[in-house]
């Protein structure tokens, strides 16, 4: 990281333009392989055990096409969407979604990198995976589900508080269809995730194949009927038929996802309709802003330390005694 920050400053100080990342990007990984074979030296060499190169494949295939698959779902379409869109539509597209998918970027993603490993190590013990599973969709939804409802309110007073920030007021509203896109993939993509590294890749490949299809299907059949707004419609549509992928997770581990996710839903939804209220009444200021934060804070955490209470209490006994133990 030092070697890439410091060569992308100096090359860029050095009038190499957007180069200067392509060469940090490439100093970086060869200083990341130098550094890696002197900490743990290994001598590469030429093998093929046919076993395991089969195992490897019926894996990797399908892994690698989901990807592919990924790219023509998302990033092909928004090329095409391009040529039919103005630009300060896809401005207002891409800042809504950026906004909305930024919890998910935050404390999804991070959490996916931990558990990956966690869940294949766990795949033959379905006592601990179910539980595992359950801590991760909890932990998920009680992070990403209040952070979203608390965007979705105080975008409008961002928005009319920062000059700059006032062009995107004709996006909020394509931020409540992204909202909700966020909210199923909190859960659905976690799941998906599962699938993955219980070794179901085919699984979800053939789910792939079908969501890229309704994609592109909803997404131009919307845009006819509704203009740009109607990409951020098939969005949240498409997001929600993700929710199938609980099925299959569900036939390899009887996992609870309602029981995981329900009172974080609940009290993002309380927490919503109250802070809605103060917004139209308490209008646009930056005491409004501080005031709408904290409630929404007090709310959420009231919410949950009074359904959770008896069980924090009981893991705060637990920690307690484990320290005096150790003392």
Excluded at 134 to 143: I, N
Excluded at 208 to 215: A, G, Q
Excluded at 224 to 246: D, H, P
């Amino acid at each position: 990281n030092v070697v890439f920050y410091t060569a992308a400053i100096v090359l860029a100080q050095n009038n190499f333009g957007i180069a200067s990342f392509t060469w940090a990007v490439l100093l970086r990984g060869l200083v990341g392989l130098l550094l890696i074979y002197i900490i743990s030296p290994w001598k590469p060499t030429l093998s093929i055990d046919k076993t395991i190169s089969k195992k490897l494949i019926s894996f990797g295939v399908p892994f690698q096409l989901n990807s592919i698959l990924a790219l023509l779902k998302d990033d092909l379409l928004t090329i095409l969407l391009g040529k039919i869109l103005s630009f300060t539509q896809i401005g207002y597209l891409g800042w809504a979604q950026k906004w909305s998918f930024t919890p998910l970027r935050f404390f999804m993603d991070n959490l996916i990198k931990v558990t990956f490993p966690a869940y294949s190590r766990l795949q033959d013990e379905k006592t601990h995976l179910k539980s595992a599973i359950e801590k991760s969709l909890f932990f998920v939804t009680f992070t990403v589900y209040p952070t979203v409802v608390g965007i979705l309110v105080i975008a409008p007073i961002i928005v009319n508080l920062v000059p700059k920030y006032q062009k995107w007021e004709t996006a909020i509203p394509l931020l409540y269809f992204y909202g909700i896109n966020a909210i199923f993939a909190a859960v659905n993509t976690t799941l998906t995730n599962i699938l993955f590294a219980l070794g179901k890749p085919k699984i979800i490949l053939k789910l792939m194949v079908f969501w890229t299809i309704l994609t592109w299907l909803l997404t131009f059949a919307l845009y006819k009927l509704l203009g740009y707004q109607g990409v951020a419609i098939a969005s949240a549509l498409v997001a929600a038929s993700t929710s199938i992928t609980i099925y299959f997770v569900k036939k390899e581990v009887n996992i609870s996802v309602i029981s995981s996710v329900k009172v974080p839903l609940l009290a993002s939804i309380v927490m919503y309709f109250v802070l809605s209220y103060l917004q139209r009444h308490l209008g646009s200021s930056v005491l409004s802003l501080v005031s709408i934060i904290l409630t929404g804070v007090i709310i959420y955490s009231a919410m949950l330390l009074a359904y959770y209470r008896s069980k924090l209490i009981a893991d705060l006994k637990v920690v307690v005694n484990t320290i005096l133990k150790k003392g």
